[in-house]
């Protein structure tokens, strides 16, 4: 695991209030019971944390998370991307 | 004291889409859109970058710069509309008829213009000291206290404050007391200025903005767009109007209000067609006889379904034939005014009879399953009318409206 993965997965955890072992790639943050307004915490302490904009609507869904590797996706997309 | 009938004699608005109930129905009724680009405060560092202002507001036409010192802009646009509706109703408040009436505007956010302006010096420019009059310029309820004090109003007089529903009940409870006897006329709307840097980082946060514009029940629609103007009604006995001979927009027939108690931002179907039938019961209406309903349609993917499933739950299979529009998509959300300015939509329907359009709609949400009047507005016959306001936080407020 990497370190960004480790620390998104912790944020995720966190905010979601979700136990770490739980947060499979794969596993869908309803069925977490990670509501909508976790996941705009989530997405607030990710950019915090690593100084970052993450494209992400609430209302778009081409820019929706479903799953907790969609997160680090998201994450490692733009922690990749040279400063604007 | 029996029941009352509570009709609407006086209508003022100060809209993204033009100022005077003139200009706001020729606006309406065309279809105009009035959000564009964002130009009352530095875009740089926001993602939000639209919105529905009211432009070319020139302060300085409305006020000397004595009044204008204590104005916030949304005590300012409350201003301006009030008198407007208090011309337009032909009443006068020098006699006893001030005691009897009644000044309650909603307002959801309050004089956050100032609070804005006043903490950026305060924390970024190292200012010692706010101006003194700070305090009475922000303050939630200065609109209100404004306007009472403009017309000489010395009735109940309060700010009602349930975020996206204040206006709707401002102009509820207003109604309630004329049609009970505790007040013989009432000032009643909401106003809302509340465009800041500070503000709108906020509503950024939030993440339920649209990039692109407010196409309310569209199938492409992809979040809220922020407003803000003020709109206000006046209001007295359908027998002091008669008897006036003054001019009647229409009657204010009934009102409903519900809490969801369950979410602070999602909404909930059933606290929202709970209010709908409450105010279809205390007006006594049979859901057959309504024929538009002016939504509270913000735009965002959760409001425009959940309001759809209300209204098909309330209204059965009268839904299909229902018309159904969000003024929103042409004034954008203006929180603490969106009742007003949707109730004075909603007066102008029905007097015109004619039904505003939702503007901005590429495809109609099929899943919402209702004729939101896409683009065009249509000639119908609107008995009794709608109008929706469900605020974050579960607070919901629907007013009925019938043609006099």
Known sequence: MTELENDVLGIIAEKGRVERDRLALDARLADLEIASLDVIEIVFALEERFGIEIPFNANDARKEFDTVGDVLRAVESVVAKPAA | ?404
């Not at chain 2, 499933?309 to 009268?318: K, N, P, T």
């Not at chain 2, 929180?335 to 029905?350: I, K, P, Q, Y």
């Open chain 2, 1 to 404: 004291m029996g029941h009352r009938r509570v009709v609407v004699t006086g209508l003022g608005v100060v809209s993204p889409i033009g100022s005077g109930v003139a200009d706001y129905a020729d606006s309406i009724f065309a279809g105009r859109c009035g959000i564009g680009p964002l130009s009352l405060v530095p875009t740089q560092g926001l993602s939000v970058r639209i919105a529905g202002e009211v432009r070319g507001f020139d302060p300085a036409a409305h006020f000397d710069a004595r009044r204008l010192g204590l104005l916030d802009r949304g005590s300012q646009f409350a201003l301006v509309a009030a008198r407007q509706a208090v011309e337009a109703s032909g009443l006068g408040f020098d006699g006893p008829l001030g005691l009897r009436t009644a000044t309650i505007l909603g307002t959801g956010v309050g004089g956050i213009t100032t609070l804005d302006e006043g903490f950026h010096r305060l924390y970024r420019e190292g200012v010692q000291r706010l101006h003194p009059f700070t305090i009475p310029r922000l303050m939630v309820s200065a609109p209100t206290a404004q306007v009472s004090m403009e017309f000489g109003l010395t009735g109940p007089a309060f700010t009602a404050s349930s975020a996206c529903a204040s206006a709707a009940h401002a102009i509820g409870l207003a109604f309630q007391m004329v049609r009970g006897g505790l007040a013989d006329a009432a000032v009643t709307g909401g106003t809302e200025a509340s465009l800041t840097f500070g503000a709108l980082k906020g509503w950024e946060a939030m993440r339920i903005v649209s990039p692109d514009g407010c196409r309310p029940f569209c199938e492409t629609r992809n979040g809220m767009v922020l407003g803000e103007g003020a709109a206000v009604l006046v209001l007295e006995t359908l027998d002091s109007a008669r008897v006036r001979g003054a001019d009647i927009l229409g009657e204010v027939a009934g009102f409903g209000m519900s809490a969801d108690a369950k979410d602070i931002t999602a909404p909930d179907a059933e606290g929202a067609a709970r209010a709908m039938r409450a105010a279809l019961a205390d007006a006594g209406l049979e859901p057959e006889e309504v024929g538009y309903v002016n939504a509270h349609g913000t735009g965002t993917t959760a409001n425009d379904a959940t309001e759809a499933r209300a209204i098909h739950a309330v209204f059965g299979d009268h839904a299909r034939r229902l018309l159904v529009s969000s003024t929103k998509s042409m004034v954008g959300h203006a929180l603490g005014a969106a009742g007003a300015l949707e109730a004075a939509a909603t007066l102008l329907a029905l007097r015109r009879q004619v039904v505003p359009p939702t503007a901005g709609v590429e495809r109609p949400d099929p899943a919402c399953a209702l004729d939101v009047v896409p683009r065009d507005a249509r000639e119908a016959r609107v008995e009794a009318a709608l109008s929706n306001s469900f605020a974050f936080g579960g607070l919901n407020a629907a007013l009925a409206f019938r043609r006099v």
